[in-house]
């Protein structure tokens, strides 16, 4: 099939690339002339294991190419899919100033029927809007279709090729074959395609990530409670992963959840709820949780210190909200650090992959090392923040070696306690005894 896929960030590339890779014809539009300059040279945008091979792999294939010119990829386009960003404004509420710019455009530039297909994470009632934007501006025979993401950054490529479900919402008998279609090679590998309507589609998306934000906050309300008892949350995590009707996934407390979903669509829902006159008083506890939880390292930190941190150096290692991914917003990092310079610290951190984007995102409040170890000389202790596998075994004895005092705060309990202790550290992890 022929798609057109306009917006080339995570959700974009990633549905383009992945499309093109199950042998479909797309090309990915974005108005940033220098975003698809860098495209057509090999630059890709965004930090996603996988790309960088399937990218030139399937532009090589003639499977994939870039353009700024939105009609010459809409108009022989069979299927057309919005996968723009909808960042969250002041009050919560999803922007949707870009959806609404593309469907005009679109509206523009149709020649004949196509599937409108909504990826980026809308508000209840949004494809509505696109429809009537649409038909406002062209008199051609459309469908529209919402088709959300469920994609994780840092594994966002195998997450589309290999999906649990793939929703598709739509009100249309005509949208049923085009997108079983555009799915067939995933469906015939086993995932499962779930018809539904727009609203309940589009309800699908928040509700899913607004549940396991639920799940990540509850389980850090369960470790400070388990620290305040003397229970350990990591036993208590495989206690409660064992049974089936609550599973092993996302039971792992921490320092909070970031990145570019679950803030923003917890926020997006409860404004949407707001609209509605309805209360969702799960999810304001869930957001609250999750903004005492960003400070809860930087806080044992001081428990131990002292509330005057002058003269302290403190190690970060991670930076990216998770591992994987050189995406900063909203990363509990930016709160730690903040927190420890307001308490005279000085905050050196190190991270894989966001030596990029980390020092726009955390300013004057951390110093960025050249590699793990350079961040801990002379530090007084070592803040494990993101749980990046080249920090599951370091070499303790360097650590201890580089370190003026040996102090180890765990923010992910990616350690275990006792093998940290014998190695002559002091160990604090979140919610262990």
Known sequence: MKVAVIGTGYVGLVAGTGLAEIGHEVTCVDNNEAKIAGLLEGVLPIYE??????????????RLSFTTDLATAVQPAEIVIIAVGTPPGEDGSADLQYVEAVASSVGDALNGFKVIVVKSTVPIGTCDRVRALIASRSKEHFVV?????????GVA??????????????????AVAPMEALYKPLTDGGAQLIHMDLRSSEMTKYASNCMLATRISFMNEIARLSERVGADVEQVRRGMGADERIGPKFLRAGVGYGG??????VKALMRSAREYTCDMAVLEAVEAVNAIQKRRLAEMV????????????????????????????????????????????HVVGWDPAAAETAPEALGDSLTLAADKYAALEGADALLLVTEWADFRDPD???VRSLMKDARVYDGRNLWTPAN????????????RS
């Open 49 to 62: 294991p996988g790309l960088e091979e399937l990218v030139p792999k399937n532009v090589a294939a003639e």
């Open 145 to 153: 279709v919402s088709n959300p993401e469920f994609l994780r950054e």
């Open 157 to 174: 490529v195998p997450d589309f090729l290999n999906p649990d479900r793939i929703v598709v919402g739509s009100t249309s008998p005509e």
């Open 260 to 265: 570019s979903c679950f803030p923003k669509d």
């Open 302 to 345: 001081i428990e131990d210190l002292g509330d005057d941190l002058s003269g302290k150096t403190l190690a970060l290692w991670g930076l990216a909200f998770k591992p994987d991914t050189d995406d900063m917003r909203e990363a509990p990092s930016i709160t730690i650090a903040r927190v420890l310079q307001e308490a005279g610290a």
């Open 396 to 398: 303790w004895d360097r």
């Open 420 to 431: 940290v202790k014998e190695q002559g550290f002091r160990y604090r992890g979140i919610g």
